[in-house]
């Protein structure tokens, strides 16, 4: 069936590390995908987007890459900080549904 | 500020008794949606919404209704809210091409 997974559901690095979310989907007409970070207590918030015919976006301190080939779709934060420790997860869009992931939950030890 | 706001934030109702969420954006998006949160499981789409009077049913639509009278509102309404809708509710507004995609606050619902 149809699925947005992620393939850790917890993630532990140390401060100013890089970490690296892994996202997998499985429809290939899904064009257009989103991570989202979400704090304990509040809704989730955005964090970069990406449409099918690129492979790379940064933003501030956030990479995402997306490889159609395998399906497969990744969050990079540079420098990992404390604030940074929430759960994150992606997001699909095929049609007008969006479909999220379970999250990953990534824990910045100081 | 650009927000989506949901009402109330918490709720504990008995099984039964018709209750409304409210859900409202001041970003004039075209689109709206609501999902429902549970632990293991992420964010499931119950319905959505391109614009006004237009709704569809997402992934997990059962015992819930939605309208979409005015742009800026998409309330949720449970008619017979059973236990098994006891979760964490979540509005969201989008640009009609998805870009924006935004969250309210949540509402904790617990149906006893």
């Known amino acids: 069936g149809e699925s947005v997974g992620l393939h850790l559901p917890t993630l532990s690095v140390q401060e100013g590390d890089n970490s690296i979310i892994n996202c997998a989907y499985s429809?290939?007409?899904?064009?257009?995908f989103i991570w989202y970070k979400q704090e304990s207590g509040k809704g989730p918030q955005f964090i970069i987007d990406i449409r099918s015919n690129m492979d790379k976006r940064q933003g501030q301190r956030v990479t995402v890459l997306l490889n159609k080939t395998v399906k497969h779709l990744s969050l990079q934060i540079a420098a990992t900080q404390p604030g940074d420790s929430a759960v994150y997860f992606c997001a699909d869009r095929r049609t007008d549904i969006m479909r999220f992931g379970a999250g990953t939950r990534l824990t910045v030890k100081p | 500020e650009a927000q989506v706001t949901q009402n109330p934030r918490y709720l504990i109702t008995v099984t039964g008794k018709k209750l409304t969420v409210t859900c409202s954006q001041n970003?004039?998006?075209?689109?709206m949606s609501w999902y429902r949160q549970d632990p293991g499981l992420g964010l499931r789409q119950i319905y959505y919404s391109m614009n006004v009077e237009v709704t569809d049913k997402g992934d997990v639509p059962e015992g819930y209704k939605v309208s979409r009278k005015e742009k800026r509102n998409f309330p949720l309404i449970l008619e017979s809210p059973s236990p098994n809708q006891t979760s964490l509710y979540f509005c969201?507004?989008?640009?009609?091409?998805?870009?924006?995609?935004?969250f309210g606050s949540g509402t904790r619902l617990t149906v006893v």
């Open positions: 970003m004039n998006h075209e689109y």
């Open positions: 969201a507004s989008s640009r009609r091409d998805g870009t924006g995609y935004t």
């Open positions: 429809n290939s007409a899904s064009d257009y």
